[in-house]
């Protein structure tokens, strides 16, 4: 029997590798003659790194650069296996993870690192990207990665604007000429399964700004200062991007990466490509994939929804197991042979994500159990 074994993380306790390796072993256990291959899956958001450089054997680089909060950290960048594509993931260079509850202020945060480490791997001589944005602690419109990567945003007096969320309502003047021109020479293509608009009520902002510590002054500041800073780039560039799907992931830098040709697309439909996972599915008998919860908004772009899609397309069986089961799970039953929950009985969720590996171990040897009689 092949099997194909794709989970995503199961945030807060597993990576997408650990909880496909507590599958297989499961598998294993009562199956030991099963061709078993595990591809963590991510969607953009923390684990895209690690998931596409195991996938691809691929290498690791690190670099210096601004983090978060202005200072200096030491992060990493990827190289695909096929030598030619980076792959950066937001959330190791201006992660909400990276910046202390006490801190966390969308006001004083910046994606200027992101900028940085772009030119990195474009003085490396790379002209492919592949970004993650999942996980930022920003919302500067991509501010400070234009900024890095050479575009003038100067203020009333003629200066330039300091590269942090607060700034972006000074910005008066916009001058994209002087972006580095090598920048012309890159493709990026941006892993997220966020559709919001850079403003509004459903933008960067209104959405996502609250759980990276602004308050609701701060959202509205934040939300009319991205229109203004909209406003400007657009007239600059004489295109605009603004209402465009995605444009307000991580902060408005889905919006950033518009304006120099990036393209947006699903996170774990591009990773799903990059791993070779449609030609792997084909010639599986079963798929197995997972996430921390399941509900309705699986279908929407989430990693076991775009597997279970992908498996029904190739006729080929595929059972979700998660943490837990949430409103609207049902729906799922479309595309998946059998939805289940990895706890054995009540328990809290602290509980749960403390045994995460050894619950989601057993749910997949009761499934063996099934399959091979």
Known sequence: ???????????????????????????????????????????????????????????????????????????QYGVLGNGDTVVIEMALISGLPMVPEGQRNPLYTTTFGIGEVILEAINSGYRKFIIGLGGSATNDGGLGMLQALGV??????????????????????????????????????????????????????????PQKGADQEIVQFLDKALSKFASLVEK???????????????????????????????????????????????KSDLVITGEGQSDFQTLFGKVPGYIGKLAFEQNVNAVLISGSLGKGYEKLYDYFLSCDSISTGPMSLQESMLNAEELLY???KNLARLLAR
């Open 1 to 75: 029997m092949n099997i194909i074994v794709a989970p995503d993380s199961f945030k807060g306790s597993l990576t997408s590798l650990e909880a496909g390796s507590a599958i297989k072993k499961g598998v294993l256990s009562e199956i030991p003659q099963a061709n078993i291959e595990v591809i963590p899956m991510a969607d953009g958001g923390e684990g895209t790194l690690s998931t596409l450089l195991f996938a691809t054997k691929g290498s690791r680089f690190k670099v210096d650069v601004m983090g978060p909060l202005g200072k200096r950290v030491e992060t």
């Open 236 to 282: 600059e560039i004489k295109t605009s991007f603004a209402e465009v799907e995605g444009a307000g992931a991580a902060g408005g830098l889905g919006f950033a990466f518009l304006t120099i040709g990036g393209e947006i697309v699903s996170g774990a439909k591009l990773i799903g490509e990059a791993t070779g996972l449609k030609d792997k599915i084909l």
């Open 152 to 209: 003038t945003f100067l203020n009333d007096y003629g200066h330039s604007v300091r590269p942090f969320g607060e700034s972006v309502s000074e910005v008066t003047i916009v001058d994209y000429s002087t972006l580095d021109s090598r920048v012309k020479e890159c493709s990026f293509q941006i892993a997220s399964d966020v559709e919001n608009p850079l403003c509004g009520p459903n933008g960067a902002s209104a959405v996502f700004g």
């Open 362 to 364: 057993k749910k997949a």
